[in-house]
């Protein structure tokens, strides 16, 4: 049976492990490199879970299947500039082997519940271009795109 419940101390490990996997998955595809290099978590990945874990701000789950640890996911509440909450998800990420049974669609569901509570008007999450699964997901989630970020890259190699 999947679940999602909150994250602890002793989950941070393995939480690691599963954002540095989400990173490997993401890199390589359209927009991954850059993503990678300016918005995605920072080494001592240890460090900033439990960093989050502490922030009243934040809320960190983990995803379990039969017990095991196979998910997780990260939202926060930003103020936007008049002053009112909005949540933003940073991390979602469900091992491959474990997905299409729900488990993304539980977390996802806590942390909608969770922005609600916390007051936020509404949500973002970020999806790479290309990446229908992943757009798919957000909008079966009731999400719909708001903007696009466009890139120019001035690197020779493209990158």
């Known amino acids: 049976m999947e ?4 994250a602890t101390d002793a989950d941070v490990p ?3 492990d599963l954002a540095r996997l989400a990173i490997e998955e993401l890199a390589p595809q359209r927009g991954g490199d850059v993503w990678r290099r300016r918005e995605s978590r920072r080494e001592p990945l240890e460090d900033e879970l439990r960093r989050l874990l502490a922030t009243d701000g934040a809320r960190v789950l983990v995803g379990t299947l039969e017990g095991v640890p196979v998910g997780y996911a990260v939202a926060r509440v930003e103020r936007l500039a008049d ?3 909005h949540g933003v998800v940073d991390d979602i990420y469900v091992e491959p082997e474990a997905r299409g049974v729900g488990l993304g669609e539980a977390l996802m569901g806590d942390l909608v519940a969770w922005c609600t509570e916390q007051g936020c008007t509404g949500m973002d999450a970020m999806a790479l271009p290309g990446d229908r699964h992943t ?5 079966a989630s009731g999400f719909t795109a708001r903007k696009l970020v466009m890139y120019h890259s001035l690197a020779r190699d493209g990158g």
Request: hydrophobic share 45%.
């Open 14 to 16: 393995r939480l690691a």
């Open 83 to 85: 002053g009112t909450a």
């Open 3 to 6: 679940a999602a419940r909150p």
């Open 135 to 139: 757009k798919n997901f957000f909008e």
